[in-house]
């Protein structure tokens, strides 16, 4: 019986090893979203120099996008992770309260983006079948939608935990790992707001 337990030691080991591996499977999750959203810029590049030399088709009366909307987004989405950022160096102090504190107001900000990111695309005068440069910009925009439902979704769950009492300054590993998501998801769209602004759409 003796020769098959398990020291603590080897126990502590191998946790490291299991924390490892979960990082190691967010990461690759977010690389293989951002390898996907680079071939999103590049469809977005295309077929922008392929519609109307540069510009998107005429529709009679059509809008382009509120550039002003844009940047409220986009700033949201990086006080969403300047919170989110704040509560995780917390934790790692030790500190319950500003861990759930600025949890909340990172899950909030995430909330009013998802909301105002779906009210947004709503507003547009055009559709994915007037072009496939305006599929472009919706793809853009509804992937976004996607990370900001289950940013969301993550965000309340580590809320709820952190609320809980579930985290400590040794034991957080679920916050570091939906860290490698929510920079992400905060990042993605400055990304699109710069590329916009360097391959504006024309009428």
């Known amino acids: 019986m003796s020769s098959f337990a398990v020291t603590p030691t080897e126990g502590a080991a191998h946790g490291i090893d299991d924390d490892r591996k979960v990082k190691l499977g967010m990461l690759f ?6 390898a996907f959203v680079v071939f999103l810029f ?16 005429r529709l009679p009366g059509m809008a382009l996008p ?10 949201l989405m990086v006080a969403s992770g300047i919170a ?66 289950i940013g969301l979704f993550l965000g309340l769950a580590l809320l ?6 579930r985290y400590s300054r040794v034991r957080h590993l679920g916050l570091v790992t939906v860290g490698y998501f929510w920079y992400w998801m905060a990042l993605m769209p400055v990304l699109v707001t710069i590329l916009v602004l360097l391959f504006p759409a024309k009428i």
Do not use: C, P
Request: net charge neutral; aromatic share 16%; proline share 0%.
């Open 66 to 75: 509120d550039q002003r909307t844009t940047y409220l987004l986009t700033g």
């Open 160 to 165: 709820i935990r952190s609320l809980m009492g």
């Open 42 to 57: 590049v469809s977005y590049i295309w077929e922008r120099a392929y519609n109307t030399a540069g510009g998107w088709d």
């Open 84 to 149: 989110y950022f704040i509560a995780h160096m917390g934790i790692k102090a030790g500190n319950q309260a500003v861990l759930s504190l600025f949890l909340l107001i990172a899950v909030v900000l995430v909330a009013i983006s998802l909301v105002g990111q779906m009210r947004f695309m709503g507003d547009q005068q055009f559709a994915t079948i007037d072009g496939t440069f305006f599929s472009s910009w919706i793809m853009l925009a509804g992937y976004h939608v996607y990370h900001l439902f």
């Open 29 to 34: 999750y977010v690389l293989a979203d951002v």
